[in-house]
């Protein structure tokens, strides 16, 4: 499965936290969650959105200024950020995607 993410800040900002969008191109119909330690690791709380029917799918986190970790769960399968070169292990053995909000 080729997976792609793009992670930019929007210019909206609430209270110190910035708009986030996370974008991941997969096969169209997935089922497409974002899970990190800023929503306690729950691959159902957000999920992304792919409103042309092409494969790919976003959706946006308000975020305050630090380093958060995250992974992609498409179809039932946590997947990593190939797109992001910024990773660490983590416990269970494997790794989680990191990102920098400034």
């Known amino acids: 499965m080729a997976t792609k993410k793009i992670v930019k800040s929007a210019s909206t900002s609430t209270a110190g936290r910035k708009k986030v969008i ?11 969650f974002l899970a990190g330690d800023f929503n306690g690791w729950d691959c159902t709380k957000k999920q992304l959105t ?9 959706g946006a986190v308000m975020l305050g200024t ?8 498409i179809n039932d399968t946590w997947c ?3 797109g ?10 494997t790794l989680n995607s990191v990102i920098t909000v400034d």
Not at 22 to 32: A, I, L, M, N, R
Not at 50 to 58: A, S, V, Y
Request: charged letters at 25%; a negative charge.
């Open 22 to 32: 996370f974008e991941v191109q997969t096969k169209p119909g997935s089922s497409v």
């Open 66 to 73: 630090g380093t958060y970790e995250y992974k992609f769960y």
């Open 80 to 82: 990593v950020d190939p």
């Open 84 to 93: 992001n070169p910024n990773f660490r292990p983590n416990e269970m053995g």
């Open 50 to 58: 792919d409103k042309d029917n092409n494969g790919i799918f976003q």
